[in-house]
C-alpha cells in the first residue's frame, strides 16, 4: 500500500511538473512573439489578458457569444437524442445500424466550406448554423454510442440475452450505464468541435447576433488584442464545461448503478 501510495504521489508531481512546463513555455512563446512585428500582430500579453477580463463585462460581447452557445447547446441535445435512439435501435437489432451508414458517411466526408454555402442558400443566415453544427457532430456522436456498445464486455451481452427482461431496461439499466464514460468523451469532443465550426459557420453566414458576427468586425477593424482574448475566453469556458462535463456524467454513472439491479 505504501509503495503505491509513492508512486502515486510520484506519478503526481510529474504531471505538475510537465504542465507547468508546458504553461511556462506557451507563455514565454507569446512574449517572444509579442516582441515581433512592433506588437502588432502578436501584441504584449498584458493588453491580451486585461480585454479577456473585460470581456467578461462586455454585454456587446456576451450577448453574441451566448446566442452561439444557444445554437451549439440546442444542436448538442438534438445529436445526443439522435445518438441514443440509433443505439437503442441497433441494441434491438444490430444490423439495423447498417441503413444510416450512408448518411454518416456523407456527413463526414463533406467539406465544412461547401456544406456551409449550400445550407446557407437552402436555410438563409439565421438556421444555417443549426445544420452545419448538426452536420459536424452527428456522425461523431453516432460512432461514439455504436463503439461504446461494441466495448461492452460479451459476458455481460450473453447474461443479458438468456435474461428475461424488456430490451427498454436492459438498454438503459445496463447497456447505457456502462456506455456513459465514453459517451462522456465524445460529448466533450462535440462541445469543442461543435464551437468551432459554429463560429466558422456564423462567420462564413454573417450570422446575426452571433459570435461569427462579433469575428467578422474585429477582424474589419483590425482588433487583434479583442480576437485573441476570445480566443483565450473560449478555451477557458471550453475547459470549465469540460470539467463541470466530466464530474456531472461520473455522477449520473453512479446514480445508474445504483438504481440499476438488473445485474448482479
Do not use: W
Amino acid at each position: 500500500m505504501e509503495k503505491n501510495y509513492q508512486m502515486k504521489n510520484f506519478t503526481l508531481r510529474y504531471k505538475i511538473f510537465f504542465l507547468s512546463s508546458g504553461i511556462l513555455s506557451f507563455i514565454l512563446i507569446a512574449f517572444i512573439l509579442s516582441q515581433v512585428n512592433g506588437g502588432f500582430l502578436f501584441p504584449p500579453i498584458h493588453e491580451v489578458i486585461g480585454r479577456f477580463f473585460s470581456l467578461f463585462i462586455d454585454t456587446h460581447y456576451l450577448e453574441k457569444f451566448m446566442m452561439s452557445l444557444l445554437r451549439l447547446l440546442i444542436c448538442l441535445v438534438i445529436s445526443f437524442l439522435i445518438a441514443l435512439l440509433l443505439s437503442y435501435l441497433r441494441q434491438i437489432k444490430k444490423e439495423s445500424s447498417e441503413f444510416f451508414t450512408p448518411f454518416i458517411v456523407f456527413l463526414k466526408c463533406s467539406p465544412l466550406a461547401v456544406l456551409s454555402i449550400y445550407l446557407f442558400l437552402i436555410f438563409g443566415a439565421n438556421k444555417g448554423p443549426y445544420f452545419i453544427i448538426l452536420s459536424m457532430i452527428i456522425p461523431i456522436m453516432i460512432e461514439a454510442f455504436f463503439t461504446a456498445q461494441d466495448s461492452i464486455p460479451r459476458e455481460i451481452k450473453q447474461e443479458l440475452m438468456v435474461n428475461d427482461v424488456s430490451s427498454f431496461n436492459k438498454y438503459f439499466k445496463v447497456i447505457f450505464p456502462l456506455m456513459l464514460p465514453n459517451i462522456a468523451m465524445s460529448f466533450l469532443m462535440c462541445f469543442g468541435l461543435g464551437l468551432k465550426v459554429a463560429v466558422m459557420g456564423e462567420y462564413l453566414m454573417q450570422t446575426p447576433s452571433s459570435l461569427g458576427s462579433y469575428l467578422y468586425e474585429l477582424k474589419a477593424n483590425l482588433d487583434i488584442v479583442t480576437l485573441l482574448s476570445v480566443l483565450l475566453f473560449s478555451i477557458f469556458f471550453t475547459l470549465i464545461i469540460d470539467l463541470l462535463a466530466k464530474i456531472i456524467f461520473k455522477k449520473l454513472q453512479q446514480v445508474l448503478f445504483n438504481h440499476s439491479d438488473l445485474v448482479s
